[in-house]
């Protein structure tokens, strides 16, 4: 028996984000979002579902709260919905809003457990949008007043702070494929919007030093490493530009190195084999934006779920799909290979080629059909695995030397999986959606007993 063992140190979470388990979308003065927009709109939801109610943990975070403690968690990583404490997005403050992050944070602190805050969680509010949304640079500065209010606020006792979480799926699953919130299919557009995001991210990050600056302060990208198909040429060249298209361009310029040239160049290539024509999407990139986004970070958050395996397309109109398809293999229930080994690269890349500083995993996890059995249990043995194997090569990657700190499941409770509605449960904790009663799977339980023990035995 080889045992798994994990520094004192390491750092034991789970997450979740507001517009996912929160409801209460129109409460005590909240604003709407461009997700409350999205999800009333007839067609965009797979089972027709909102976040209207979604897990009421708005209500009920003292519960959520006291089952995190019985989890033994060190950190609860959560988002603030940004229209619940600015309505209009910037100006008049909704005292109730702060409130109630003010309280939640109390909660966890009487836990023994450290908040990590995500500021941008993809709910933009809507009166932001009306103006343009993150295509115009004044939502960057309106994300920095933001940013100020909550780190004034909060920054006494919230000492992580994430500014935004997976820019690559804001800006290009709102805004180029138009499968999430505001649903536009514009593809420059992403481009802009991605530079919005990520210059609003170096502009937040000293205001919320200034604020709280024993603070640390971070970023969280979804990496998927793109792995050719075959060992064909072109597959190989699909893979390489996945890899640009996803991952470096989020990455390369947050670690000082501006946006990829190769990717800058196929994009301004007319007629280019992707389809993807960046016309005049990147004059939006002013003198000095790239020294704002490589502003320094204590740590980068890793949000990791699967390898992409990558093909040249054979038709220009199968694009994107095509060339991002997945494998088969052996998938969860969103149709995602489970492929630890795409972890366990990221991992050793992002310290042997970008020498980040820290690294924690702010997302991983896996959806089942989960179905409480007659005695009332979650026997959820598949993702106790997934859980397991990705565990082990986050261990494998730490003997490496990897910096990796800490680990945050997702998710804390089966939630609103945004295009998929209610269909897909990723959670720690098994929610029924009738009733809002809370039962800890199986996994979660063997989760607890590897946090209590700081590791696990490999049998
Ligand atoms: C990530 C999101 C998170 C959740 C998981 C399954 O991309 O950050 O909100 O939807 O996927």
Redesign the pocket.
């Known amino acids: 028996m080889t045992r798994i063992s994990f520094a004192d140190s390491f750092v034991w979470g789970t997450?979740?984000?507001a517009y996912?388990i929160e409801g209460a979308w129109d409460a005590d003065g909240k604003g709407e979002s461009i997700w409350d927009r999205f999800t009333h709109t007839p067609g965009t939801i797979q089972d027709g579902s909102t976040g209207d109610v979604a897990c009421d943990h708005y209500n009920r975070y003292e519960e959520d709260v006291a089952l995190m403690a019985a989890l033994g968690l060190d950190a609860y990583r959560f988002s603030i919905s940004w229209s619940r404490v600015l309505p209009a997005g910037r100006g008049a403050l909704n005292q109730a809003g702060l409130d109630f992050y003010s309280r939640l944070v109390d909660a966890l602190l009487a836990h023994n457990i450290a908040p990590w805050v995500t500021l941008y969680?993809?709910d933009l509010p809507q009166a932001l949008q009306d103006e343009g949304g993150w295509e115009v640079r004044a939502t960057a500065e309106a994300f920095v007043e933001y940013a100020d209010v909550m780190s004034r606020h909060l920054g006494d006792r919230v000492k992580h702070w994430i500014t935004h979480?997976?820019p690559f799926?804001a800006a290009f699953l709102g805004n180029a494929w138009g499968i999430h919130a505001p649903g536009k299919k514009e593809f420059p557009k992403a481009l802009r919007v991605a530079h919005h995001l990520l210059l609003s991210h170096g502009l937040a990050v000293p205001v919320i030093r200034g604020n709280s600056p024993e603070s640390k302060v971070g970023i969280?990208l979804?990496l998927s490493p793109a792995v050719p198909a075959s060992l064909g040429s072109a597959d190989i060249q699909a893979a390489q530009f996945y890899d640009g298209f996803h991952n470096r361009w989020f990455l390369d310029p947050v670690c000082g190195r501006g946006y990829p040239q190769d990717i800058l160049a196929l994009y301004n290539m007319p007629d280019n084999p992707t389809g993807m024509i960046a016309d005049d999407a990147m004059d939006c990139v002013q003198p000095g934006d790239m020294e704002t986004v490589a502003v320094p970070i204590d740590f980068l958050g890793l949000?990791y779920?699967f390898r992409t395996v990558s093909s040249h397309p054979h038709d220009k109109s199968e694009l994107p799909q095509t060339a991002f398809r997945l494998t088969a293999a052996d998938n969860t229930n969103?149709g995602w290979e489970v492929a630890p080994q795409g972890l366990y690269d990221m991992l050793n890349r992002l310290h042997t080629d970008y020498n980040v500083p820290a690294i924690y995993i702010t997302?991983n996890?896996s959806?089942y059909d989960d179905d409480l059995d007659e005695s009332g249990r979650v026997r959820d043995v598949l993702r106790q695995r997934y859980l397991r194997e990705h565990l082990f090569v986050c261990n494998q990657a730490i003997r490496n030397g990897v910096p990796l700190q800490g680990y945050f499941s997702?998710?804390l409770l089966d939630?609103f999986?945004?295009a998929f509605g209610y269909l897909?449960r990723?959670g720690n904790i098994h929610v029924d959606y009738e009733t809002q009663k809370r039962t800890i799977k199986d996994s979660a339980y063997w989760y607890r007993d590897v946090i209590a023990a700081r590791g696990f035995d490999l049998v």
């Open positions: 997450a979740t984000s996912q969680h993809w979480n997976e799926v969280t979804d949000n779920y969103m997302e996890g959806s997702w998710s939630n999986e945004w897909q990723f």
